[in-house]
Nanobody
Framework: QVQLVESGGGLVQAGGSLRLSCAAS????????MGWFRQAPGKEREFVAA????????YYADSVKGRFTISRDNAKNTVYLQMNSLKPEDTAVYYC?????????????????WGQGTQVTVSS
């Protein structure tokens, strides 16, 4: 099992940047696919980005492609989400997720382990 703790959220103006971090416990971090999801008020949780275990292949939602970058440091048990050119529609609680590959990088149901979330608010 792995425990996840997100940090780095906050309030930023449109066009600004934030970097989210997700620190994982345990010695098996390098075995897990890592993902970022977000949930805005009144909306379902949606996929943002994912990164594979060792090859570091990345996957992005169309809405963030070209603006967000996911990365990981297996030596530090940490995954990052660099968010640039932020828009008001990016406002949401952002969640870090982890699991062994279970059939999809994009579906929340493929991840068993979740952090508590960090709020990102983008003002216009």
């Amino acid at each position: 099992q792995v425990q996840l703790v997100e940090s780095g959220g906050g309030l930023v103006q449109a066009g600004g940047s934030l970097r989210l971090s997700c620190a994982a416990s345990g010695r098996t971090f390098s075995r897990y696919v890592m993902g970022w999801f977000r949930q805005a008020p009144g909306k379902e949780r949606e996929f943002v980005a994912a990164i594979t275990q060792s090859v570091f292949s990345t996957y992005y939602a169309d809405s963030v492609k070209g603006r967000f970058t996911i990365s990981r440091d297996n030596a530090k048990n940490t995954v990052y989400l660099q968010m640039n050119s932020l828009k008001p529609e990016d406002t949401a609680v952002y969640y870090c997720a982890a699991d062994l590959y279970r059939g999809s990088y994009y579906q929340a149901s493929s991840y068993r382990y979740w952090g508590q979330g960090t709020q990102v608010t983008v003002s216009s």
